[in-house]
């Protein structure tokens, strides 16, 4: 089974506990979680919280919500896999 790629961007963490959040992600093994310097969203980067998880723009009002967006989708991700394959 691959790792669910999560992303985040250097110019995102200025919205209140991102990077915490990031870094909290980085003890799970099964994720692979990268910070860029800049993913090339600048508008939903400076109004949002977000991240990408395999690809996908999850965002959110907060970073409660982000959280709980981004761990259904990376769960949804692999939950496809395991059932035989990505669509």
């Known amino acids: 089974m691959s790792k669910t790629t999560i992303e985040f961007c250097a ?4 919205h ?12 799970n093994t099964s994720l ?3 910070e860029y310097g ?6 939903e980067c400076y109004l949002l919280p977000f991240a990408l998880v395999d ?3 999850v965002s959110a009002a907060n970073i409660s919500l982000l959280k709980e967006r ?3 989708q990376a769960c949804s ?3 496809r896999e395991t059932s035989g394959g990505r669509s």
């Open 16 to 27: 209140d506990g991102t990077e915490a959040f990031m870094k909290e992600l980085t003890k």
């Open 11 to 14: 110019g995102n963490m200025h």
């Open 77 to 79: 991700d692999n939950e």
């Open 32 to 34: 692979q979680v990268i």
């Open 70 to 72: 981004v761990m259904k």
């Open 38 to 43: 800049c993913l090339g969203n600048c508008g």
């Open 55 to 57: 690809g996908l723009i």
